[in-house]
């Protein structure tokens, strides 16, 4: 496994008490030397080299902490690449740097496996992990020297971190509270193989199926590397995009091929083909005339159609008629508009009774309590659905065409219950919904409560936390761990489980001692009582009283 932590330098000697052995990368000679001296104070051997000191000197120093007399190297540039020392239990990431190799060659340093060594720690002072992901990350290197993406490995289209600075997904969720993430190997595979999946149709190793031509024959087929996916039985091939091919045939018919060389689209009367982007195909007929073909629905369209984007979820718009994306396609009615979409996460709702839920009222069944709501799941090419009832985790159930039900979760595959084609079914279905619903009901009440027991312990651990200050700003901590990181102008002493922080001049709020704000700081002064009762100051000299929870 890879344990990442992401620890503040006072609280960093605490979790590295138990000698294990380590290499950190300094910005400076002297920063280096001031976090040796840290060390060396907190009793543990450590040593600074760069390019001062001496080459003997150097050799001697890092055959000492091969051999184990000295357990932490600090450097500057020293050994970013070409330094093996498999038994090196944590890399501590005191610089930053925009190079995608420069942090791949740092943390490298502690990811050889070793006899005894069960884990690396990697302590990120700079949050290099925000901008580059784990080092567990699979990188599209083709596309990055193909310059399709950035150099440090990330595309344009992918989530913005903090300050707007693009990041690539992490395998678990970042907790300020906890400063850190632990993934198993486990956790690590199935996080690729869900990558894999939600990964956009467009980036889904888009550049590996080629054309190739027969010398004798003069036609064409199509390869991924040195494998070929099909003979050579084509009269041209236009364009290969999206893992699709643009072909024409010997019948002079042209047509869409998949990975497989399964013909997914066909047509006659065609003069060229040409992929764009956003997942659609140009066709030029022989009369001169543009076709706009959607590679999802295989809808044809006369001019390209207005996208509309709903997170992951997008719908074609045209003449005020809006249409899905899916392969069983839903057309609304003329007369929706914007105001009858709800974007739910992952999920949009479209009220319309007119669309191509014309017969919902004829079928609607008791446990159907939204008729006339259409639904689109993220990700979800295959059909629409009709949406059926919302339940107490946020969850949903929707039906299909077909009369199957299922149950949807956010991030999850959909699951089916059953279906409503027959008596005997309608009653089985009944009594899935009503055992689901009081399941997810219980699991939200046992989580809820759950998650209040652990945050009375928290803050009942946390009633002994004393203010402390790193130069000009002050925290809260109770021991070594922080509770409220060095952020405030001013922290008074907590009152129960509250207290008074300022964070401009004359700006004073109140936070709970785990470092959740309960009131903005925005007060010339407040006051916390014993009972939770706070007395805040107006800039008019008016005072107003609140209870806290």
């Avoid at 051997?45 to 890092?62: F, G, H, Q, Y």
């Avoid at 024959?217 to 050579?232: D, I, M, N, P």
């Avoid at 309960?518 to 007060?523: Q, S, V």
Wanted: glycine letters at 8%; a positive charge.
């Amino acid at each position: 496994r890879v344990t990442i932590k992401s620890v503040r330098a006072n609280g960093l000697a605490a979790n590295l008490r138990n000698n294990k052995k380590g290499i950190v990368y300094a910005i400076s000679i002297d920063h280096a030397r001031k976090i040796a001296e840290y060390y060396c104070l907190q009793g543990m051997n450590t040593v600074a080299i760069d390019s001062k000191t001496p080459i003997a000197e150097r050799k001697r120093l890092v055959e000492d902490f091969k051999t184990g007399k000295v357990k932490v190297l600090v450097n500057v540039d020293v050994f970013s690449e070409g330094f093996d020392c498999p038994d090196v239990e944590f890399v501590q990431m005191a610089r930053p740097t925009l190079s995608l190799s420069k942090y791949l060659q740092q943390v490298g340093r502690g990811l050889r496996r070793s006899d005894g060594k069960e884990a690396c720690v990697l302590i990120d002072n700079v949050g290099l992990y925000r901008v580059f992901g784990l080092p567990t990350v699979e990188w599209d290197w083709d596309a990055m020297f193909n310059g399709e993406m950035s150099g440090r490995g990330i595309r344009p289209e992918q989530t913005q971190g903090e300050n707007g600075i693009a990041c690539l997904p992490v395998e678990a969720p970042f907790t300020d509270n906890e400063l850190e993430v632990i993934i198993s190997h486990n956790h690590l595979l199935a996080s690729i193989e869900e990558r894999k999946r939600m990964l956009p149709v467009a980036y889904q190793d888009v550049s590996k199926l080629k054309a190739w031509q027969d010398k004798e024959s003069g036609l064409w087929g199509l390869c991924r590397g040195k494998k070929k996916v099909t003979a050579a039985k084509y009269i041209t091939i236009f364009d290969c995009k999206y893992d699709m091919a643009a072909v024409r045939f010997q019948n002079k018919n042209c047509g869409v091929l998949s990975l497989s060389g399964e013909t997914l689209w066909e047509r006659p009367g065609c003069q060229s083909m040409k992929f764009m982007k956003n997942s659609f195909l140009l066709v030029k007929t022989s009369d001169e005339k543009e076709l706009y073909v959607d590679l999802h629905s295989r809808m044809i369209y006369n001019k390209k159609p207005q996208i509309k984007r709903y997170g992951n979820i997008e719908l074609l718009k045209m003449d005020n008629v809006y249409y899905s994306r899916t392969r069983t396609m839903y057309i609304s009615s003329p007369y929706i508009t914007p105001g009858n979409l709800f974007y739910r996460g992952f999920y949009l709702i479209l009220f319309d009774t007119d669309g191509s839920l014309t017969s919902c009222h004829k079928n609607s069944k008791p446990y159907d309590k939204m008729c006339g709501y259409v639904c689109l799941l993220e990700n979800d090419h295959d059909s629409y659905y009709r949406m059926c009832c919302w339940l107490a985790d946020g969850s949903i159930v929707v039906k299909d065409k077909k009369g199957l039900y299922y149950h949807v979760e956010r991030g999850e595959q959909k699951k089916y219950i059953g279906c409503d084609t027959s008596i005997t079914d309608n009653s089985k279905l009944r009594e899935k919904l009503v055992q689901l619903k009081k399941q997810v009901t219980e699991n939200c009440i046992s989580e809820q409560t759950q998650q209040k027991e652990q945050q009375l312990k928290l803050l009942d651990l946390f009633r002994c936390a004393v203010p402390f200050r790193v130069g000009t700003k002050w925290g809260l901590k109770v021991g070594e761990r922080i509770t409220i990181p060095p952020i405030y102008r001013n922290i008074r002493p907590p009152v129960g489980k509250y207290c008074a922080v300022e964070k401009n001049c004359c700006q004073w709020g109140v936070a709970a001692v785990d470092g959740t704000i309960l009131i903005e700081p925005k007060y010339p002064n407040v006051a916390i009582g014993e009972q939770g009762t706070v007395t805040l100051t107006k800039v008019t000299g008016r005072k107003e009283r609140v209870k806290l929870p």
